[in-house]
């Protein structure tokens, strides 16, 4: 075998090699392609349909949950104070004292009960 033919010899190994690899990459991809976490064709699109400038007292909250269908309440994080604040009216309408100074994280509102996470 001289040395020409054994170059040729190795460049087709080398085609078939990396021909078989990207042919068996795609089989793969095709075949198991639904088991990947993220299905872009599945995910849920939002649109923010409305957009409201809190007041300054409540820059520093957190745990915001609903209360009615145009109020929400959410937690002062260090005070230990909840606030209503009224979409439509654009202002807090409540303060609401429930405990002493904390680190108070989240906020669950179930009818007349709300849960601080602290």
């Known amino acids: 075998m001289t ?13 078939w090699t990396i021909t078989a690899i990207v ?14 976490p993220y299905d872009s064709a599945n995910k ?11 007041p ?7 745990g915001i949950s609903w209360v009615s269908e145009h109020q929400i309440a959410a937690i ?3 005070d230990g104070i909840i606030y209503i604040y009224d979409l439509e009216q654009r202002k807090v309408v409540e303060e609401i ?3 002493n100074a904390g680190d108070y994280e989240g906020l669950a509102v179930k009818g007349n009960n709300a ?4």
């Open 3 to 15: 040395t020409k033919n054994a170059t040729l010899n190795m460049a087709k190994v080398k085609f």
């Open 23 to 36: 042919l068996g990459m795609g089989f793969l991809f095709m075949n198991f392609r639904d088991w990947l």
């Open 44 to 54: 849920a699109v939002y649109e923010i349909s409305e957009r409201w400038e809190l």
């Open 56 to 62: 300054a007292e409540l820059r520093e909250v957190l």
């Open 76 to 78: 002062q994080d260090e």
């Open 97 to 99: 004292e429930f405990g």
């Open 115 to 118: 849960y601080a996470l602290e």
